[in-house]
């Protein structure tokens, strides 16, 4: 249960499987939270790890967050600057034409803001290629601010800040919301939180509750409908039958469990792309590192032709996440835009992290600690057509009104994604079964 979340302690290092935290500015998924009883439970990012890094050229510069940062950052060219300013006159999308993350924001910022920047971006999200991401499926809220702005994001973007001041204006001081410890406004862009123990706690506290009432371990090969019931066939040959099935299982497999059942479907959920991961969690002493770890941490887009996407600085992040004294790295390997690096040995995988990190980041020292996560498909890529295809899915699913899909392959990676999702798709189940008892 838990899927990619997991939080492992080793030798006092918290190593997350999976995600290592939650934007906090969904109040659905912080309602779960809160009526899970975890609301004490949360701990929000370090006000430090508001500064986030890009590779550029090899070195490491500032993330520009604000209008006067991005005049004066020197990761841009001035040709480069001038083009984002020409933003304010860009048409709107092609009708129907499914753009990619790439071609969209060149389009509207040129290629040198792309390259730099919206590429490492896709990276830093869905461990994704920039140029074959879809921006309808990935980024839908893109498409929203264009068509706001009359074409121009910065357009919508001002509009949007006006109304927003105006709102507060007349709203007088705001309240936050129950249950985050960020004391910030549950808004657009919130802060990334997790839980004490990492993120594996909610899981254990859904397990907890729902003690007695689950299956697990059951690795599902098949489904069957048989008079008017659908027989869930285990590998190991056990079968249990239900009225209502929900499957919440990454797309290729999915696909193989629909095959008998339901063939074209199972096909085009076997065609959506995963892009590989591993995941290198390393463990320093704090003295004499040679770098303060002043943020977030850094992300290298495909311009720089690095076998590593990027790195995290757990421990400017979150607490708890490494003993005294030692700090925590880590680091992301492969990904869409270098999957053959997800193929080096645990050896050879440490070298390349630590010939990156001290190219990078100037630390020559050996990690004390090092912990290798390895996934061959990590991260569903919802790449151009991902819109289409979902569309032929939903539509043929519509001939089985009692089975449901959910989980990260289709509409949304993230953690607050996968739970929203999860709660429509519960509401969905609810109306299935009132109108199986009316
Ligand atoms: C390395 C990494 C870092 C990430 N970091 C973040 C982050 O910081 N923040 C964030 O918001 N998101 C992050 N994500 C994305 C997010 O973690 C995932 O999208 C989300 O956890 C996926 O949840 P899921 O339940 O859809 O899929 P999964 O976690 O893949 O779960 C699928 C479940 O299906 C089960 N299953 C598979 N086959 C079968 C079968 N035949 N029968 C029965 N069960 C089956 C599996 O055992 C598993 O329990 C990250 C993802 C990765 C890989």
């Not at 190219?359 to 569903?380: L, Q, T």
């Not at 539509?395 to 999860?422: Q, W, Y």
Request: glycine letters at 8%; proline letters at 5%.
């Amino acid at each position: 249960m838990g899927g990619k979340i997991k939080s492992d302690q080793i030798d006092g290092y918290l190593c997350e499987t999976g995600p290592i935290g939650f934007i906090d500015n969904k109040p659905r998924v912080l309602e779960v939270v809160h009526s899970l009883g975890l609301d004490s439970d949360l701990s929000v990012s370090k006000d430090a790890s508001r500064y986030r890094y890009l590779v550029v050229d090899g070195k490491l510069q500032l993330l520009p967050m604000s209008p006067p940062a991005f005049i004066k950052t020197k990761m841009l060219s001035w040709p480069a600057k001038m083009r984002a300013i020409m933003e304010l006159w860009s048409k709107p999308s092609p009708p129907g034409k499914d753009e990619s993350i790439a071609e969209f924001s060149r389009r509207h910022l040129g290629k040198e803001i792309v390259d730099k920047l919206v590429a490492a971006m896709a990276v830093g999200i869905f461990a994704g290629d920039a140029e074959k991401l879809s921006v309808k499926s990935c980024f839908p809220v893109m498409l929203e601010l264009e068509k706001e702005g009359s074409g121009s994001l910065l357009k919508a973007q001002m509009r949007r800040s006006k109304r927003k001041r105006a709102k507060a204006k007349a709203e007088g001081p705001q309240k936050t919301i129950k249950g985050p410890k960020s004391e910030g406004m549950v808004g657009s862009t919130g802060k990334l939180t997790t839980f004490r123990r990492g993120m594996a706690h909610i899981i254990d506290r859904l397990k907890e509750r729902l003690d007695g009432q689950i299956i697990t371990g059951f690795e599902v090969a098949e489904i069957a409908r048989e008079n008017g019931q659908y027989e869930i066939k285990s590998a190991a040959g056990e079968q249990v039958e239900a009225d209502i099935v929900v499957l919440a299982a990454p797309a290729y497999a999915v696909s193989k469990i629909l095959a008998n059942l339901d063939e074209e479907a199972a096909k085009l959920i076997g065609e959506i792309p995963y892009a590989p991961v591993n995941v290198v969690v390393a463990g320093y002493a704090k003295s004499g590192l040679g770098h303060d770890l002043d943020g977030f941490g850094f992300l290298a887009s495909k311009r720089e032709k690095r076998g590593i996407l990027g790195c995290l600085w757990n421990t400017s992040i979150f607490d708890g996440q490494a003993p005294a004294d030692k700090v925590a790295l880590r680091v992301m390997v492969g990904g869409a835009i270098n999957p053959d690096a997800t193929a080096l040995d645990d050896d050879e995988t440490l070298k390349l992290v630590q010939k990156e990190l001290r190219d990078i980041m100037g630390i020559s020292n050996d990690p004390e600690f090092n912990h290798i996560i390895r996934y061959k498909r990590a991260i569903p890529q919802y790449i151009v057509g991902h819109e289409e295809r979902m569309v032929k899915i939903s539509s043929l699913m519509e001939k089985h009104p009692a089975l449901f899909l959910t989980g990260n392959a289709f509409r949304g990676v993230g953690f607050n994604d996968c739970v929203i999702n999860a709660e429509k798709t519960a509401e969905r189940v609810v109306e299935a079964v009132k109108e199986k008892l009316a």
